[in-house]
């Protein structure tokens, strides 16, 4: 199976056939991205993702792989789409939970179970970049270094950022739990559901975090 970078090289050499196997393996990680962020179908901004990819293409250098070079272009489609319904929209402070009515994500109906549909809800109630983080880092299982390319910030400081996330998404659950028991089973649940999430989806990715 050819990679990547030999299917974006033939992509911009012409081959068109290349551009839409690229398409076909990355749609559902995309879909995913987007799933747990928005209400109601995320198709739209799917569309819009890989448009941008389309007229980006050029501008892959390789440096990066080309999965995260996509989910970077799928972030700032996100933050528009947020920013044009509310300028003052700032991912660092602002969570999409006043936007997205409970169990109203596409990602809902992969939460077959009440500790997976808090855990969706709790992810939700956290800034939008946060959420973003331990979502790629969770369900996809981006390596830092990875995760420091989408989230344009030094790798360095990705693993203090994720202690942050999950102190916050821990206190979110605190708050949105209506029992001690679903809250600690929920605390308990949250990897080994990533992982169920990534096998549901049918994507081959990331091995889960270190």
Known sequence: MSDDLELVTAWRGGDSLAGERLVERHLEAVHRFFSNKVYGSAEDLVQKTFLACVEAVDGFEGRASFRTYL??????????????????????????ATRVADDGSPADRFAARQEQRLLLRALRALPLELQTLLELAYWEGLADRELAEILEMPAGTIKSRLRKARQQLDHALSTLAPSPALLESSRHTFESWANQIREKTGIEGGKGRR
């Open 71 to 96: 989910f970077a272009i799928a972030r700032n489609v996100l933050h528009r789409f947020y920013r044009d319904g509310d300028g003052d929209f700032d991912p660092l402070t602002a969570s999409v």
